[in-house]
């Protein structure tokens, strides 16, 4: 018997696999989430540098998604393995390092917690299957860019562009939907919030958004097809729209301060993974247009 048939005879054994699966994936996202920005920074300089044949830089110490061990950012204290248990060790420690004794950030355990919960979603809504396994790797990484461009505002290349393609590739097979529709999503993805852009740009003189977001979409209608496109979009406008009115009228944000479109785009993405049909068969039911 195989590991997927097993999976699949025990639907509570597939569920507290995903869960924890999800929790030890999720605290290698807040490793990425707060790493990678930082290494593109590094990189974008040194090109920048090496374009204005100004002189090297000095050689720093090597930073990277393995080294350096993750420590504390307040006394430097280097985190063990009995530290590092997702979500357990915050808990035993109180919420606060073991060494100063300084608070750690709510952020760590909350994203593991969330990897684990739609890792749990992912897996009631398609099984053991090829579809999980590749639906598990699209919403680890929307979740990653949600809080890369909640911290950052940007969307980094090296997430977006192989989500894209990895799109492609699991639809060339039909694993979602057609080739066809793959194709047309991605293209049609990246052209909407391009025209959006130009859009608003030559009617405001502003740039309302980022490219991160053109290729973001473009991801989605790779995975989802391109009928997934309006019920992101929808969902990901009217959520965004909300939440900065509310943000204003509280006060808590200017009119002039940027608002991150990517997490929004992320968020409508999986609820469309995980909900899109039924989302769209309600729509029509209630239109009176599925008759």
Same mark, same amino acid.
């Given at each position: ?43 974008? *300089? ?7 044949? /100004?002189? %090297?830089?000095?050689? !720093? #110490?090597?930073?990277? $998604? @393995? ?33 100063? *004794? ?7 355990? /909350?994203? %593991?917690?969330?990897? !684990? #919960?739609?890792?749990? $979603? @992912? ?42 393609? /990895? ?125």
């Amino acid at each position: 018997m195989s590991v997927f048939d097993l999976l699949d005879q025990s639907r509570p054994l597939l569920l507290v696999c995903s869960a924890l699966l999800g929790l030890v994936v999720g605290s290698f996202l807040n490793v990425v989430i707060l790493r990678l920005p930082v290494m593109l920074e590094r990189a974008w *300089r040194r090109d920048c540098r090496a374009f204005l044949e /100004l002189p %090297e830089e000095e050689a !720093a #110490a090597p930073f990277n $998604l @393995i080294v350096p061990r993750s420590h504390c950012p307040s006394c430097g204290h280097q985190i063990t393995a009995s530290e590092n248990i997702p979500v357990v060790s915050y808990l035993v420690l109180g919420g606060r390092c073991s060494s100063c *004794r300084n608070p750690i950030a709510i952020r760590y355990p /909350l994203i %593991e917690a969330i990897t !684990a #919960a739609v890792s749990v $979603l @992912i897996a009631l809504q398609f099984g053991a299957s090829g579809q999980t396994a590749a639906a598990l790797l699209l919403g680890w990484s929307l979740i990653c860019l949600t809080m890369i461009d909640a911290d950052r505002q940007i969307l980094p290349d090296a997430i977006t562009l192989p989500l894209l393609w /990895l799109g492609l590739v699991f639809n060339s097979q039909g694993l979602f939907v057609t080739a066809e529709s793959a194709i047309v999503g991605a293209v049609a993805g990246y052209g909407i919030l391009w025209l959006v852009y130009h859009g608003f740009r030559l009617a405001t003189g502003k740039e309302g958004m980022g490219y991160g977001d053109f290729k973001l979409l473009a991801a989605l209608g790779a995975w989802l097809g391109w009928q997934a496109l309006p019920t992101i979009v929808i969902l990901s406008s009217a959520v965004g729209a909300a939440f900065g009115i509310s943000m204003i009228i509280s006060g808590k944000l200017e009119r002039s301060n940027p608002i991150p479109f990517g997490p929004y785009l992320a968020v409508a993405g999986l609820i469309a993974l995980l909900w899109g049909d039924q989302i769209v068969q309600t729509y029509l039911e209630f239109a009176g247009l599925n008759r």
